[in-house]
């Protein structure tokens, strides 16, 4: 089973509807005893940085999600979700994350469109099992206007180039995130979740 937290910031149904394809078990929710006596989180995200964190804040789950990363539980966050994961945001000021991860994010770069709304291609760096059966220039979708800009170079395990390197899938160990949609990115998008649900011991 795998908990998504629902914590008012995802498009939670679509990602649902995604693993029930996959015939991967999951439950909306918030409880702490529920997300330990899970064997995987999800936590998804659209919105803004700082709303957000005051949701999970409220909530009190950063500490929640950090000792279950701690102990090695896979947890993926998703758009929104994957930026939380870093130490800060400068969306509209600065705001502190949940700090699983080393980095920050900011503002996509002016030369380009923004919000990034579309379908745009990923490239491969490394070998990890997520990226199993993912062929070089698949095509995720995107909806964003801020995008991790520090982070550990060892935990890039996919970019794509939108005004510049953009990290689309981060993993450090246990912990993964992916900047763009799995949930409706199509076939890739499905096989990535599949991945995910396969480092589920």
């Not at 330990?36 to 964190?53: Q, S, T």
């Amino acid at each position: 089973m795998i908990a998504i937290i629902d914590y008012g910031a995802g498009n939670i149904k679509s990602l649902q509807f995604a693993l029930a394809r996959l015939n991967i078990d999951s439950c909306l929710t918030t409880d702490k005893q529920t997300i330990e006596n899970c064997k995987a989180i999800i936590l998804p995200g659209v919105g803004a940085f700082k709303d957000a964190m005051e949701a999970i804040n409220d909530l009190n789950l950063g500490p929640v999600l950090k000792e279950e990363a701690g102990k090695g539980k896979p947890i993926l966050g998703i758009c929104l979700g994957m930026q939380l994961f870093y130490e800060a945001s400068f969306e509209d000021g600065q705001w502190t994350g949940i700090g699983l991860l080393e980095g920050n994010v900011s503002r996509i770069d002016s030369s380009v469109k923004v919000p990034h709304i579309g379908w745009n291609t990923i490239t491969k760096h490394g070998d990890s099992p997520l990226l199993n059966n993912i062929s070089s220039n698949a095509y995720v979708y995107f909806v964003h206007s801020y995008a991790v800009n520090t982070y550990q170079q060892n935990s890039l395990i996919a970019s794509t180039n939108y005004g510049g390197t953009i990290p689309a899938i981060v993993q450090q160990d246990n912990i993964i995130g992916m900047q763009f949609h799995p949930e409706k990115s199509g076939a890739v998008g499905l096989q990535l979740l599949q991945n995910f649900g396969e480092m589920i011991s």
